[in-house]
């Protein structure tokens, strides 16, 4: 019966003789050992070396620098190529859209004048500055006033603010004519009246409202600001705030600072230039 070795060895032990009959069983043992090492050893294959896209066979500091330097420079190159494909894209799309309106206007005024007209740059300019108006006509109130109202005593005084409309600001000047200051006061605000028509702009000489002689002499020009039949803003020796030769500029500046007029900055530069012309005509 075939020993395990047997199997392993295969034909070269079936058909192995020594030649001399007379050998010992060391001797079979060895060359039964160089047939194992002839038919089970199997040379290995080398290892798959994986391939290297980069230049540089020096793996030492300073090429691993200029790997690295490589690199950055192609990756800025990608970025570049990216920037600019992306600007062309942008350039493309705008001329897309500007064409196809174009076309759509050349179009409606071939098939419909009419509409060719609501397409129109004035057309929607105009509409625009219309609804624009429409809108700050609905915010501000309706009533107008363009005019400094001189107030002859205190009942005077008092219904200008009790009898007026709720939404109207009220700005009352109480003033004393031998005072520089009062005088300019004067003059500073029938010039705002004439830019803010829908504040009531008034002024009265102090010693109508029964003020104390205290306050004529130390307290003017004063400004008192009502609205809903409340106070909202009291100021007292304005020249101290504003200097002694103060201008309109001062005094619109002041009254804006702290919310009491509108900042006609602010405005839609096209509601402005609209005034502009409206005033011009």
Request: glycine share 4%.
């Amino acid at each position: 019966m075939a020993t395990l070795e047997d199997k392993i060895l295969g034909n070269k032990l079936h058909n192995y003789c020594s030649s001399s009959e007379g050998s010992d069983i060391e001797d079979s043992g060895d060359e039964s050992t160089k047939s194992v090492k002839n038919t089970v050893e199997i040379p290995k294959s080398p290892p798959e070396i994986n391939k290297w896209e980069g230049t540089s066979t020096n793996t030492g500091p300073k090429g691993v620098i200029e790997d690295w330097r490589k690199f950055k420079q192609l990756e800025n190159e990608k970025k570049e190529e990216n920037e600019k494909e992306r600007l062309e894209l942008a350039k493309k799309l705008t001329m897309t859209v500007r064409t196809a309106l174009d076309e759509e206007r050349e179009q409606a005024a071939l098939e419909d004048p009419d509409l060719a007209e609501l397409l129109s740059d004035d057309f929607l300019m105009t509409y625009q500055k219309k609804r624009m108006q429409e809108m700050l006509q609905q915010t501000n109130n309706s009533k107008k006033f363009g005019n400094l109202i001189m107030l002859q005593n205190d009942q005077e005084f008092l219904d200008a603010i009790d009898k007026e409309e709720k939404s109207v600001t009220i700005i009352i000047h109480i003033y004393d004519d031998h005072v520089d200051a009062c005088r300019v006061m004067n003059k500073s605000l029938l010039q705002l009246s004439k830019i803010y028509l829908n504040v009531k702009f008034c002024a009265v000489v102090a010693s109508q409202v029964g003020v104390s002689r205290e306050f004529k002499l130390e307290g003017v020009p004063a400004l008192l600001v009502y609205k809903s039949g409340n106070i909202i803003g009291n100021f007292v020796k304005m020249s101290d705030d504003l200097g002694r030769d103060f201008q309109i500029e001062d005094v619109q500046s002041f009254l804006v600072e702290h919310g009491l007029l509108e900042d006609k900055s602010l405005t839609p530069a096209l509601i402005r230039n609209s005034t502009a012309d409206t005033d011009s005509d």
